[in-house]
Nanobody
Framework: QVHQVESGGGLVQPGGSLTVSCAASGGTFGKYALAWFRQVPGQEREFVAFISLAGGNKVYGDSVKGRAAIFRDNGKKTLQLHMTNLRTEDTAVYYC?????????????????????WGQGTQVTVSS
């Protein structure tokens, strides 16, 4: 099985920065498209960022565009999301996800339903 574990969440003040990470094991990390989603209790899971197999293509959700950067290291099997100028609305549980069925050249998967593997999530709280 493919396992993903998020870390790096915590409490940060508005305007601050934070990096959340995801460590994977099992499967073939370098052949999976990866993404970050976030979810607030009672709301739908929201797309945050996408990165292609080799990291050449990145897509960001409108709510974080300009404030987020996604990176992957296929050798270390890690995925990171660096966010700056954090807002209270960024408060959520952040999940890393992997799409094993992604093929280069295909439309980027930007919905949660296209992903096969998920981490347990890490809580990010933006508050003063």
């Amino acid at each position: 099985q493919v396992h993903q574990v998020e870390s790096g969440g915590g409490l940060v003040q508005p305007g601050g920065s934070l990096t959340v990470s995801c460590a994977a094991s099992g499967g073939t990390f370098g052949k999976y498209a990866l993404a970050w989603f976030r979810q607030v209790p009672g709301q739908e899971r929201e797309f945050v960022a996408f990165i292609s197999l080799a990291g050449g293509n990145k897509v960001y959700g409108d709510s974080v565009k300009g404030r987020a950067a996604i990176f992957r290291d296929n050798g270390k099997k890690t995925l990171q999301l660096h966010m700056t100028n954090l807002r209270t609305e960024d408060t959520a549980v952040y999940y890393c996800a992997a799409d094993r069925d992604y093929h280069p050249g295909s439309p980027f998967p930007l919905t949660q339903y296209e992903y096969d593997y998920w981490g347990q999530g890490t809580q990010v709280t933006v508050s003063s």
